[in-house]
């Protein structure tokens, strides 16, 4: 059996940077507000009449990705775009990738599974690589929130924590089985999917509904129960960790370097002080451009290997939770 290995990463964010102060003049909210509840000083959202989408966006990094990896787009035999702000209902963005890159007539799919988006879909590619089905498969994780939130008083709890932005990264089959991949680890739990949730557009929320709703309707912006989410959030992330380092025979001493879903600054540092890590063990960029969901995770990651914190033969652990509720973690040897 193969094993895959990351080797092009690449991110895309928008030019437009919205600060806490700004959205103070959206809404009843303030800088220490917001930063004592997530951490979060600015984030990066798509300006008014630019062409950037969740698509567009993870194409922009995509071809860096297939750059840095020193191949073609022609090179690339699959895509998988994790996304839960698609451009369309339906087809996904990852055949629009297919056409954007202008790539040949290869499969490609889309991960519905939000916050953990990455994760699924890093996870995916590994097992196509794995079986020997694929040398090079694109990653994709891109979101464009900012045009679906509620940017008033009402919604400030959940509006101040997103930001758009796009990751990606080429993996690439190799024979050596000490580096890459050395395994994922995934989880589910449907019986919460309405602590974290967007109800509409559905199919039973759908065109009829659409034209006649007003502006007391708020199906179609995000909840969040968020006291519920963090209480999750620290156990799942704590587990799904330690899950991944006992399958690798490992322990938290051996981690490298630990990126999490940048889903709020204060669940990070939880997890951080539980695996006693130190500052430059661990990589945040929430501070910078806020919880990008699918896509957080791979900026981040691209971030902090073109700072040099991720090295040669490194131990690599990611982890996210998020919406579904869904939660896993993936093991790598760098």
């Not at 290869?106 to 699924?120: E, K, L, P, V």
């Not at 669940?267 to 006693?276: G, R």
Request: charged share 20%; hydrophobic share 40%.
């Amino acid at each position: 059996m193969y094993n895959s290995k990351i080797i092009g990463l690449g991110s895309y964010v928008p030019d437009n940077v919205v600060t806490n102060d700004e959205l103070s003049k959206m809404m009843d909210t303030n800088d220490e507000w917001i930063q004592e509840r997530t951490g979060i000083k600015e984030r990066r959202w798509v300006s008014k009449g630019s062409e950037d989408t969740s698509a567009v966006m993870g194409a922009k990094a995509a071809k860096i990705a297939i750059d840095k990896a020193g191949l073609t787009k022609d090179d690339i035999d699959f895509i998988v775009f994790a996304t839960l702000s698609p451009d369309y209902y339906f087809p996904g963005c990852g055949v629009q990738i297919q056409d954007m890159l202008d790539m040949p007539t290869i499969g490609a799919i889309d991960i519905r599974n939000q916050c953990s988006g990455f994760i699924y879909a890093l996870s995916t590619a590994d097992q196509f690589i794995k079986t020997g089905m694929y040398k090079n498969v694109l990653v994709i994780g891109a979101e464009y929130h900012s045009n679906g939130l509620d940017k008033t008083t009402r919604g400030r709890g959940v509006s101040v924590i997103f930001g758009d932005g796009a990751g990606a990264c080429v993996l690439s089959r190799t024979e050596d089985n000490n580096k890459g991949i050395l395994s994922s680890h995934l989880h589910s739990q449907g019986k919460h999917a309405d602590k974290l949730i967007v109800k509409s557009p559905s199919i039973k929320h759908w065109v009829p509904e659409i034209l006649e709703s007003t502006e007391e309707d708020t199906s179609y912006y995000p909840f969040m129960d968020g006291t519920f989410v963090f209480k999750h959030a620290v156990v799942r992330f704590s587990e799904v960790i330690m899950e991944g380092l006992a399958a690798n025979n490992l322990n938290p001493n051996d981690i490298d370097m630990f990126i999490p879903h940048q889903a709020n600054l204060r669940i990070s540092q939880f997890v951080q002080h539980k695996f006693k890590l130190k500052d430059d063990q661990i990589y945040n960029n929430i501070m910078k451009y806020g919880n990008t969901t699918a896509a957080s995770i791979i900026i981040a990651l691209t971030e902090a290997f073109e700072k040099g914190k991720i090295k040669d033969n490194d131990l690599v652990v990611l982890a996210a939770f998020g919406s579904g509720f869904t939660w896993g973690s993936v093991i790598i040897r760098w």
